[in-house]
């Protein structure tokens, strides 16, 4: 990483699990998400923002450019991992824009919180599926750069 300090990119990652932790958390007391609507719904919105800024540190920080050197396959997993930061993060604005449609006290209101926690759960399994790839995308790289690879 250059432009991007790793202390930098270690802090906002830090801060995007934090923000996880609570989101799931408030999810998972279908109470709270009622009682609580828009603070839910700040938390979603706030995901949406620590996506973004977590996916721009990485592509500025030039996470990719060293598997980019190493191999082709290696270039070809870099390709398709950055171009899911894309889709996550559209995906991330529809559960935003479908939470922000969240009439409180609506009569369907309670299924469509249901919805939409549903969406964030499989949702936050993919962002830590993504990460966990790149993070085996990065210790790959590494390896075959230094000479350790199998
Ligand atoms: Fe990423």
Not at 16 to 44: C, P, Y
Not at 114 to 119: F, G, K, L, P
């Amino acid at each position: 990483m250059d432009t991007v300090s790793v202390r930098q990119f270690e802090e906002e990652s830090a801060r995007l699990r934090e923000l996880i932790r609570d989101i799931k958390a408030s999810l998972d007391d279908e109470s709270f998400f009622n009682q609580h609507t828009r603070h839910v719904v700040e938390l979603i919105k706030g995901l949406s923002r620590q996506v973004a800024e977590h996916f721009s540190l990485e592509e500025a920080g030039n996470c990719y450019a060293g598997s980019e050197a190493v191999t082709l396959e290696l270039a070809g997993l870099a390709d398709a991992l950055r171009s899911e930061h894309r889709t996550l993060a559209a995906e991330i604005d529809g559960i935003v824009e479908q939470a922000e449609s969240l009439v409180p006290d609506a009569v369907d209101s309670e299924s469509s919180q249901r919805r939409i926690a549903s969406r964030i759960r499989v949702y936050c399994r993919r962002l830590r599926d993504h990460e966990r790839r790149e993070n085996e995308l990065l210790l790959q790289a590494y390896s075959e750069d230094v000479g350790v690879g199998d």
